[in-house]
């Protein structure tokens, strides 16, 4: 008896970890409308509806993937914003950050990043320089949370 209650319980433990396991798919890239400078992404993070659990997941996700030399910049923000950046308490929230670009730190740049929160949606728009805008919009679902990325170069 005790056996079955010992093995009952490990899988509990274990379908317990498995559901609460954030997971993020995402949808072809889309091209806005006539402006073939514009790419829309769509993701679903599953098994949350907290924003700013997702937000952190996303950006941690997305500077684990993108390691290469071209999307240095962006993981630098990234970083920036994962380390940094205090959310308010729904409101908007404009703050500079100064990138440190190369390992000796003389490239560093100005970014803007303009944060909207409020309960249901949480958007960030930021921008790398010279080489384009880019926004982030989560929004809750019932226990997912859509992300819309957005770039216009």
């Given at each position: 008896?005790?056996?079955?209650?010992?093995?009952?319980?490990?899988?509990?433990?274990?379908?317990?970890?498995?559901?609460?396991?954030?997971?993020?798919?995402?949808?072809?890239?889309?091209?806005?409308?006539?402006?073939?400078?514009?790419?829309?992404?769509?993701?679903?993070?599953?098994?949350?509806?907290?924003?700013?659990?997702?937000?952190?997941?996303?950006?941690?996700?997305?500077?684990?993937?993108?390691?290469?030399k071209y999307y240095k910049p962006v993981n630098a923000?990234?970083?920036?914003?994962?380390?940094?950046?205090?959310?308010?308490?729904?409101?908007?929230?404009?703050?500079?950050?100064?990138?440190?670009?190369?390992?000796?730190?003389?490239?560093?740049?100005?970014?803007?990043?303009?944060?909207?929160?409020?309960?249901?949606?949480?958007?960030i728009e930021y921008n790398l320089h010279d080489d384009?805008?880019?926004?982030?919009?989560?929004?809750?679902?019932?226990?997912?949370?859509?992300?819309i990325n957005e770039s216009h170069i």
């Amino acid at each position: 008896m005790k056996k079955i209650m010992l093995i009952l319980a490990l899988l509990n433990v274990l379908l317990a970890e498995n559901t609460n396991r954030l997971e993020k798919t995402c949808f072809e890239v889309k091209i806005c409308e006539d402006d073939y400078e514009c790419r829309v992404q769509e993701c679903f993070i599953k098994n949350t509806t907290n924003l700013l659990e997702a937000f952190r997941f996303d950006l941690d996700e997305e500077s684990k993937a993108k390691r290469e030399k071209y999307y240095k910049p962006v993981n630098a923000i990234y970083k920036q914003m994962l380390n940094e950046i205090t959310l308010p308490k729904y409101e908007t929230k404009i703050q500079t950050l100064k990138i440190c670009l190369d390992k000796y730190c003389k490239d560093f740049r100005e970014n803007n990043i303009t944060i909207k929160y409020t309960i249901d949606e949480l958007y960030i728009e930021y921008n790398l320089h010279d080489d384009g805008i880019y926004s982030k919009t989560y929004k809750k679902y019932k226990n997912a949370i859509k992300v819309i990325n957005e770039s216009h170069i």
